[in-house]
Every structure is written in structure tokens, then in C-alpha cells.
């Protein structure tokens, strides 16, 4: 069970499966910065939304830190670049607002177009004004959508549904992508110049903040209409209120600014300008999905398992065809540790078969995590395993082949005197090992296991098994490894409780033992 500091209120769902799964939910709402440095010592895990900062001081003073889970998408008030110097892995949830956020982006563009909160507040106020509030239609307009992301593709198809023209900019969509979704990608100039209407959808970035400022503004097609429900800072507010001031653009619809919460601004003074206080991710069902999948993602850091949504994880996606290895890669990199009594100077991990068309960087992590997992007395996780081989020296070198003699895939790992391979079996994917120091074997892993090289001759099986039996250890499986020359000079026995260190000791100095390892 694992304390899990919560500082913003999150939909109930979330909580009750933290709880479910055992953990201490230890709700804390409006902290302070003071107040969050005194409560974050102990907890394993953080989880905030948007107004908690977590800073490289929270980090330092949360000793116990696992994992830092942001309810919603952005990232802005997390230093992930701090939490992964610590080791604390970062995870999001930002699949659960897309489709409220690619809404509110509509809803925005739409009562820019026609005026809808504007001509609302003057009926309100007694105030008939059928002429004043006169709009345009969306139909045979140009809508530029600045990143293609699962928001900005939404809001595209859904604009597509009202007849609009789509120029998109996005640098790391290909042009084949774009075609499929009926988009034609330009640069920015080009798309401000040709567009209607601008939304915008990519992250708050250095490289993005600013990004339609005077320069650009000032290049747009007279009559431009911006929406932003991405994130303050990445429109220009004062350019904007420029280019509104000298009649380049005709209004915009604003759900972020640059400084939040934010109650007065030039712009509020704007008829043209719609606002809303960061509504896109506010429905109930966006705040239920980003509750249940942070808590999902808190849940599988805590346990040490695969996270999909880990940002701060040099590989965090994985594909069905890769995920089901995760588990064998680390087990494999516990018992090469093992084997070798610890970890040596040069780690070659090489990957056969189907998996070679594959991104295996997320199993290369999984074995760096068992690799560690049993030689430092810290947790270690996808995020410092490879900051621990780092600081340790050790060079992972990774290599994948299509060819593959025996098995549909293979994971194999190599270093100092030692060898080890396995796969998964049958139709179950059961994990197998099928390879120790190149003496074909085949056994599942175990918590328990000793390997032992012998001499090649009859009565060896039946002394290790006797000496065992004389301990009270009890045997559940054992393996005779053949050698590439077809020799049976190696057992691998799996055991139901762990050879006490004098048994191994005894089996070290008996006749025709050549070396003894205990995995376990």
C-alpha cells in the first residue's frame, strides 16, 4: 500500500480505484506551495490538475516519489525535466478531454461566426439588435488549424461536416496523412493568409509561446477570426489586440490566456472577442475519464508496471505485439544479474524475430529494470533505469534481426561470462527460458531457481537432487542443458523455497561442480 497525495478534486471514480487497489488516498485540496512541501514527504504519488505547481523544489522535498500523475493533458505546472533527473516518472491522461476540447473549439468557432453571446447579453439587457450582431457562415470558409494532434484532427473533421475549406500546419504530419483527412498542409504564413478562421492546437512550448505574434498577425488575411483552446501564451494577446485594433483581424474566441485565473484584460473590452475561463475540458464526462485513466496510470507506476501514458519514458508506447514481452524482458534482466553477480560493463540485449520490426526501446527499458532492480537499494523504474546504467558505466548496446532458427521471437542478453535467452510459448504466451550461458534449455522462470555447470557424467542429476532433498528444499521442475557440442553439462532447477547460502556453498566444493548461481 502506497500513500497517494492528492491536491485537486478529481471525479469520485478516480479516488475509490486508488483505494480499490489498496493504496492510502490522502486528499488535500487548495495547498499552498508552503503547505504542499510539508505534505509531500511520504507519498509515492502526486496527483494534480492544473493549478498545483509541481516544481523541482516539490520534487526534491517528495523523497518517496514514485510517480507525479497530471489529471488532464497539459504539463505546464509539472517540471518534468527535474522529476526525471529524480527518477519520478510523469504520466497524463490525454485521451480523456480530447473530444470536449475538440467541442468547445465548435462551439467557440461558432459563436465567433455568429455572434451568439454577444447578441444574447443584449437581449438580456433589453436590447433588440437583429442588425448589430449580424455573422458569416462557417459554409465555403477556410479553416486553418495550427497542429494536427488528436484535437486538432477532431476539430477538423467535424469543421469538414460544415463545409469548410482545411489548411492545416503541423511539421510532423506527412503529407499522405494530411490527404487521407482531405487537409492540404502549408506553412504558417501561407495559412494565415489563406484562412478565415485560425484554431489553434499544439502545445505550449518554448518553440510555440508566441507563436502568432504581430509578425505573423500582421500577415494575415484581412477579416481573420482566431480561436485558441490549446493553451495561453501561444496567441500573442497583446498582437492580438493589436491586429484587432487595426481591423487585420475581426474577432477571436479565447478559453486560455497567458496568466490564469485572469478576470480583466484589453481584450474583454473587445465586442469581437468571445471568452470563455478554460471550459474545454469541463464536462462531466472529460473530468470522469481523466480521473479514472490518472488513477489507472498512478496505479500501474506504483506496482512497476507498464505505463502507456508516461511522458518523462524515452519509449512509452508499446504495440500488442511488443506489450506481452515486457514482463519476461525484466524477469530475464533479474536473473542475468544474477547470474553475473551483478551487472557487468558491456549489456548487449538483441532482439529475434517478429520483434525485430518492431520499436523495442520500451523491452530494452523492462530489462535495464530488472538488471537493477536486484543490485540498488532504490526503486527503480522506466524513468532512472537508464540513469542508473549511466552513472554505473555500463553501455547497452541494442540489436534486432529478422532471422531467427528456432522461435518466432527471441530476446537474448549478453555480457560479461554470461548468457541468457527466452521467448513465450504456445498459444498462452507463456514465458520460457531457452538458453543459459548457450546450453539449450527450457524452463519457465521462477522465484526460485538455481544453475548449476557440471561435469558430463552419470550421477550428477542425482547428487544435486539428493543434496537438496537432504536441506528440505523441494524441486518443481529441472531442466538438463544440452551445449552447442550436444553435451548435457548444465541443470537449472526450480525450487519452491530459496537454497540457503551453506547448501550452495556445499554444492560449489562437490565433485565435478564446476559453478553454482542462485537466481532467487
Known amino acids: 500500500m502506497a500513500r497517494v497525495l492528492v491536491t485537486e478534486k478529481l471525479a469520485e471514480a478516480g479516488p475509490q480505484r486508488l483505494a480499490k ?13 508552503e503547505q504542499l512541501l510539508e505534505a509531500i514527504p ?21 523523497v ?27 504520466v497524463n491522461a490525454p485521451q480523456s478531454n480530447v473530444l470536449s476540447a475538440a467541442e468547445h473549439a465548435l462551439a467557440l468557432l461558432l459563436a465567433q461566426a455568429r455572434n451568439i453571446p454577444q447578441a444574447s447579453t443584449a437581449l438580456k439587457a433589453g436590447k433588440w439588435e437583429r442588425s448589430r450582431w449580424e455573422g458569416v457562415e462557417l459554409h465555403g470558409k477556410a479553416l486553418g488549424v495550427i497542429g494536427l494532434g488528436r484535437i486538432g484532427t477532431l476539430v477538423a473533421q467535424r469543421a469538414a461536416a460544415f463545409g469548410m475549406r482545411l489548411v492545416a500546419h503541423d511539421p510532423y504530419v506527412s503529407e499522405e496523412r494530411a490527404r487521407q483527412l482531405g487537409i492540404e498542409l502549408v506553412g504558417l504564413d501561407d495559412l494565415v493568409a489563406q484562412a478565415d ?32 483552446t490549446a493553451r495561453g501564451g501561444i496567441v500573442d494577446e497583446d498582437a492580438l489586440a493589436w491586429a484587432l485594433d487595426e481591423g487585420i483581424v475581426a474577432g477571436a474566441a479565447l478559453d486560455v490566456f497567458s496568466t490564469e485565473p485572469i478576470t480583466a484584460s484589453p481584450l474583454f473590452a473587445i465586442d469581437s472577442v468571445v471568452v470563455t475561463p478554460h ?26 508496471e507498464f505505463v502507456p501514458f508516461a511522458v518523462n519514458v524515452s519509449a512509452s508506447e508499446a504495440s500488442e505485439t511488443v506489450r506481452p514481452f515486457l514482463p519476461l524482458a525484466e524477469r530475464l534482466g533479474t536473473l542475468f544479474s544474477r547470474l553475473n553477480e551483478g551487472v557487468p560493463q558491456i549489456l548487449e540485449v538483441t532482439y529475434q524475430g517478429q520483434l525485430a520490426d518492431y520499436d523495442t526501446r520500451i523491452l530494452t527499458l523492462s530489462v535495464l529494470k530488472g538488471v537493477f532492480g ?15 546504467a549511466e552513472e554505473r558505466g555500463v553501455q547497452v548496446r541494442e540489436t534486432t534481426t529478422s532471422s531467427v532458427q528456432d522461435y518466432v521471437n527471441l ?21 520460457r527460458i531457452v538458453m543459459l550461458d548457450d546450453h539449450t534449455v527450457e524452463v519457465p522462470p521462477a522465484d526460485h531457481m538455481l544453475v548449476l555447470r557440471n561435469d558430463d557424467r552419470p550421477g550428477m542429476i542425482g547428487m544435486v537432487t539428493t543434496a537438496l532433498g537432504d536441506a528440505g528444499i523441494n524441486i518443481s521442475d529441472i531442466h538438463v542443458g544440452r551445449s552447442p ?25 562437490s565433485p565435478g561442480i564446476f559453478s553454482v548461481h542462485a537466481l532467487g
Open 42 to 62: 511520504g507519498a509515492a504519488a502526486l496527483i494534480v490538475r492544473s493549478a498545483t505547481d509541481v516544481t523541482a523544489e516539490v520534487l526534491a522535498a517528495g
Open 411 to 431: 530476446i537474448t542478453l549478453r555480457g560479461g561470462e554470461h548468457a541468457i535467452g527466452g521467448t513465450l510459448a504456445g498459444l498462452r504466451g507463456e514465458p
Open 279 to 304: 471550459l474545454g475540458a469541463s464536462t462531466t464526462e472529460a473530468q470522469d475519464k481523466a480521473g479514472v485513466t490518472i488513477a489507472e496510470q498512478v496505479t500501474l507506476a506504483l506496482a512497476g
Open 374 to 388: 536486484g543490485v540498488v537499494h532504490e526503486p527503480v523504474s522506466y524513468v532512472n533505469a537508464p540513469q542508473l
Open 485 to 509: 557440442e550436444g553435451s548435457a553439462a548444465l541443470m537449472v532447477l526450480a525450487t519452491d523455497q530459496p537454497a540457503p547460502p551453506e547448501l550452495v556453498t556445499r554444492l560449489r566444493g
Open 64 to 90: 518517496d516519489l514514485v510517480v507525479v500523475g497530471r489529471a488532464g493533458i497539459g504539463l505546464d505546472n509539472v517540471d518534468v525535466a527535474a522529476a526525471t533527473r529524480r527518477g519520478v516518472m510523469v
Open 21 to 33: 487497489a489498496g493504496h492510502e488516498v490522502d486528499e488535500r485540496l487548495g495547498l499552498s506551495p
Open 197 to 228: 478562421f485560425v484554431t489553434v492546437h499544439v502545445a505550449r512550448t518554448p518553440e510555440t509561446m508566441g507563436l502568432l505574434d504581430k509578425e505573423l498577425l500582421s500577415k494575415a488575411k484581412p477579416g481573420l477570426r482566431v480561436i485558441n
